[in-house]
């Protein structure tokens, strides 16, 4: 599935959307940052509560397909410009991070 099927199936908010082409092919939830480092897997979707500009550059550094903010959170100022020069599809969802995953898990199944 894609970034932008997966948009568009799970009714999430696209605050910045670079590559929607790209494959989703696994999911990751966490929200500190060092740990998601080493953890999240590329192509997958990182779902976070984490808004500041660094959530940009782990999603770089992992090569995440999507992050996608979850709860309702809003990207800072910061985050989405930096999403912007990295190239990082940005969404969001109002659900919460354990809903936003099952609804996700039942896409990719």
């Not at 696994?26 to 929200?31: F, I, L, P």
């Amino acid at each position: 599935m894609t970034v932008q099927e997966l948009s568009r199936r799970l009714a999430l908010t696209e605050f910045h959307l670079a590559e929607g082409g790209r494959s989703v092919t696994s999911a990751y939830c966490g929200d500190l940052l060092s740990w998601v480092m080493g953890r999240a897997p590329a192509d997958g979707a990182w779902l976070t509560i984490m808004s500041n500009m660094n959530v940009a550059a782990v999603a770089a550094l992992t090569d995440v397909a999507c992050v996608i903010l979850t709860e309702g959170v809003q990207p800072d100022p910061q985050l989405l410009s930096k999403a912007q020069a990295q190239g990082v599809n940005l969404l969001g969802s109002g659900l919460s991070t354990y809903d936003c995953a099952l609804a996700l898990s039942g896409q990719l199944s």
